[in-house]
């Protein structure tokens, strides 16, 4: 989506087109069981007294409803993709509404598993598309996180360089100082040259404002060379 904000609809609409595109491509494929999906399954199940109770209890249901989606294949244990972009929409539903942290880092923990499953069951013709699907969507959600925070510019769709600073920083285990994420740079562009003058109502800010709007001390031709 091409746009000047990132406002609600803006949003929406993104998350829409890209969504449409990765639940296509899930439909039409099947996610093998792999070892390790089978091995992270059962240690899921194995640590789940090691949860409180209001956490254990959904993530055991999640993990019986998994192991009953998969059907037997010409490979072993297999899931539709249908049955497996649904339990990931449910599994994303859940670990927004929630207000625990546990049952939330669980919840992300098992989606994360499952995603990893069915990245390595994709066929090659969709392989590429999908990666590029699933990093849009990632992307996405770091633009949604910047916007996210409170003020009129947060409301009208305008992502600050601080806020989007802070959401790659994030989205990739702080791994911003090295370099880490797709909009790295313009984070940093954003951080030495786009951030607003530090001295609000001073000098500088007054004259910053009267650049803008062709105002001070100038000639005609002075303020044409300043805009």
């Given at each position: 989506?091409n746009?000047?904000?990132?406002?609600?609809?803006?949003?929406?609409q993104?998350?829409?087109?890209?969504g449409?595109?990765?639940?296509?491509?899930?439909?039409?494929?099947?996610m093998?069981?792999?070892?390790?999906?089978?091995s992270?399954?059962?240690?899921?199940?194995?640590d789940?007294?090691?949860l409180?109770?209001?956490?254990?209890?959904?993530?055991?249901?999640?993990?019986?409803?998994?192991?009953?989606?998969m059907?037997?294949?010409?490979?072993g244990?297999e899931?539709?993709g249908?049955?497996?972009r649904?339990?990931?929409?449910q599994?994303?539903?859940?670990?927004?509404?929630?207000?625990?942290?546990?049952?939330r880092?669980?919840?992300?923990?098992?989606?994360?598993e499952l995603r990893l499953?069915?990245?390595?069951?994709?066929?090659?013709?969709?392989?590429a598309e999908?990666?590029?699907?699933?990093?849009h969507?990632?992307?996405l959600?770091?633009?949604?996180r910047?916007?996210?925070?409170?003020?009129?510019?947060?409301a009208?769709?305008?992502?600050?360089?601080?806020a989007?600073?802070s959401?790659?920083?994030?989205?990739t285990?702080?791994?911003?100082?090295?370099?880490?994420?797709?909009?790295?740079?313009?984070?940093?562009?954003?951080?030495?040259?786009?951030?607003?003058?530090?001295?609000?109502g001073?000098?500088?800010?007054?004259s910053?404002?009267?650049?803008?709007?062709?105002s001070?001390?100038?000639g005609?031709?002075?303020?044409?060379?300043?805009?």
């Amino acid at each position: 989506v091409n746009s000047d904000v990132a406002t609600p609809d803006v949003l929406t609409q993104a998350r829409q087109t890209i969504g449409g595109g990765i639940g296509a491509i899930a439909n039409r494929n099947t996610m093998t069981v792999t070892p390790q999906l089978d091995s992270a399954l059962t240690q899921i199940a194995n640590d789940l007294p090691l949860l409180p109770a209001e956490a254990a209890g959904p993530v055991g249901a999640y993990v019986q409803r998994i192991r009953g989606m998969m059907q037997p294949g010409p490979t072993g244990p297999e899931i539709a993709g249908t049955s497996y972009r649904q339990m990931d929409s449910q599994l994303g539903r859940a670990i927004r509404g929630t207000a625990n942290g546990d049952l939330r880092q669980a919840l992300q923990n098992l989606r994360e598993e499952l995603r990893l499953a069915m990245d390595a069951s994709i066929s090659p013709q969709d392989a590429a598309e999908w990666a590029q699907l699933r990093r849009h969507y990632a992307n996405l959600m770091v633009t949604a996180r910047a916007t996210g925070g409170a003020g009129a510019a947060a409301a009208e769709g305008q992502v600050s360089p601080l806020a989007l600073r802070s959401a790659v920083n994030q989205s990739t285990g702080r791994e911003y100082v090295f370099g880490a994420g797709d909009q790295n740079q313009l984070a940093r562009a954003g951080q030495s040259v786009l951030r607003a003058p530090p001295d609000s109502g001073t000098a500088g800010r007054t004259s910053a404002a009267n650049l803008l709007t062709l105002s001070g001390g100038v000639g005609s031709g002075g303020r044409i060379g300043a805009a």
